[in-house]
């Protein structure tokens, strides 16, 4: 999974909001332009390893449209460059080869 998200932020150069909430969560990461966005995105997905999953095994599906049955992967990660835990939610749609990225969550670790 992690592959394919990474296959899909490169190949797409962008990904799409699953929420309104991760506008604020970007904002109080400090991120507040599209490049800052991206480039915290990419990062974050170099960083993590498929040991970082959390949440239900398996994972849980979105009940809400317009991404609806798309299943939510879930991570938990140590980052160098926010000196903390941090959470990272996100599914994949679209085909094998031209997913996009959609996130509902990045912020620091809440626990």
């Not at 398996?58 to 798309?70: A, T």
Request: glycine share 10%; proline share 5%.
């Amino acid at each position: 999974m992690l592959a394919a998200a990474r296959r899909a932020i490169t190949h797409r150069g962008d990904f799409r909001f699953g929420n309104l909430k991760l506008e604020n969560e970007f904002c109080e990461l400090g991120l507040f332009t599209r490049d800052e966005r991206f480039a915290a995105v990419d990062i974050a997905l170099d960083q993590i390893r498929p040991e970082d999953r959390c949440g239900p095994d398996p994972p849980g599906n979105i009940s809400f449209r317009p991404y609806g049955g798309r299943t939510l992967y879930a991570f938990k990660w140590y980052s160098d460059v926010y000196g903390s835990m941090m959470y990272l939610k996100f599914c994949l749609t679209g085909t094998t080869g031209s997913e996009l990225l959609v996130l509902y969550s990045f912020h620091k670790d809440h626990t």
